[in-house]
């Protein structure tokens, strides 16, 4: 892990590293859950759902451990200025990235419910949203990783991809059902998948403040641009 400094009490330099090591597995697990989810969404494999659920039990273990660390971390080494930053990143961080593994358990328990019904065309378009969002939740790990604000802030303006993908699946989706109103309850289990994997890019970008904030004591300037329209659409657009 880079730091500024080495610290006098060499274990204080371990913890601090455990503690990194616990981040970057929590994403690693996480970015392959959601690839899993989107695969037995795909293949219509309710067995092989019923396991991406279960394994989000790995991502939760982790977070209570980096949680522990953290407590450890404050109460015996009372860390000051940078330490402080990046054991507070820390705890913020491993949140995010338990969140992003409940929405790829979430997407694979409505795959299961969806391949119970026929298969609807208009879900082509998620696989094509997981991958920006896969691939924001990584660089954003690796921004982390590495300490790079600039890379972080980077995974921050990207956001606003993911947002306009999001609205193009959901105008789609809608229009899907106005045209055929049998197919609205199989939609609506797609608009939820849809929303969690853009909830999934808010949370990489969430990783990448976070990073920017542990870089540099505060937060990035100005607001985030957003391109979720959908809130804007009605059927038929």
Same mark, same amino acid.
């Given at each position: 892990?880079?730091?500024?400094?080495?610290?006098?009490?060499?274990?204080?330099?371990?913890?601090?590293?455990?503690?990194?090591?616990?981040?970057?597995?929590?994403?690693?697990?996480? $970015?392959?859950?959601? %690839?899993? +989810? /989107? &695969?037995? @969404?795909?293949?219509?494999?309710?067995?092989?759902?019923? *396991? $991406?659920?279960?394994? %989000?039990? +790995? /991502? &939760?273990? @982790?977070?209570?451990?980096?949680?522990?660390?953290?407590? *450890?971390?404050?109460?015996?080494?009372?860390?000051?200025?940078?330490?402080?930053?990046?054991?507070?990143?820390?705890?913020?961080?491993?949140?995010?990235?338990?969140?992003?593994?409940?929405?790829?358990?979430?997407?694979?328990?409505?795959?299961?419910?969806?391949?119970?019904?026929?298969?609807?065309?208009?879900?082509?378009?998620?696989?094509?949203?997981?991958?920006?969002?896969?691939?924001?939740?990584?660089?954003?790990?690796?921004?982390?990783?590495?300490?790079?604000?600039?890379?972080?802030?980077?995974?921050?303006?990207?956001?606003?991809?993911?947002?306009?993908?999001?609205?193009?699946?959901?105008?789609?989706?809608?229009?899907?059902?106005?045209?055929?109103?049998?197919?609205?309850?199989?939609?609506?289990?797609?608009?939820?998948?849809?929303?969690?994997?853009?909830?999934?890019?808010?949370?990489?970008?969430?990783?990448?403040?976070?990073?920017?904030?542990?870089?540099?004591?505060?937060?990035?300037?100005?607001?985030?641009?957003?391109?979720?329209?959908?809130?804007?659409?009605?059927?038929?657009?």
């Amino acid at each position: 892990m880079p730091t500024s400094h080495d610290h006098i009490v060499k274990s204080y330099d371990e913890e601090l590293t455990r503690l990194d090591g616990e981040i970057i597995r929590m994403g690693q697990i996480a $970015v392959a859950q959601l %690839d899993a +989810a /989107i &695969d037995v @969404l795909q293949r219509r494999d309710t067995q092989a759902a019923m *396991r $991406v659920v279960a394994n %989000d039990e +790995a /991502i &939760d273990t @982790l977070e209570h451990e980096v949680s522990h660390d953290v407590l *450890r971390l404050l109460a015996l080494r009372q860390p000051m200025a940078r330490d402080l930053r990046e054991v507070y990143a820390a705890l913020r961080i491993s949140s995010d990235i338990e969140r992003i593994g409940d929405y790829a358990a979430n997407v694979a328990k409505r795959s299961m419910v969806l391949n119970q019904t026929a298969p609807v065309s208009a879900a082509r378009g998620l696989p094509a949203l997981a991958k920006l969002a896969n691939a924001l939740v990584t660089e954003a790990l690796e921004a982390y990783r590495e300490r790079d604000a600039d890379r972080a802030l980077a995974v921050r303006g990207r956001d606003v991809e993911i947002d306009a993908e999001y609205t193009g699946l959901f105008r789609e989706l809608l229009t899907y059902m106005a045209e055929d109103p049998r197919q609205i309850t199989a939609c609506t289990h797609l608009l939820f998948i849809a929303k969690n994997i853009e909830r999934i890019g808010d949370h990489a970008t969430n990783i990448a403040e976070n990073t920017w904030f542990l870089v540099h004591g505060e937060l990035p300037e100005g607001d985030r641009e957003k391109g979720d329209l959908t809130s804007q659409v009605t059927a038929g657009q």
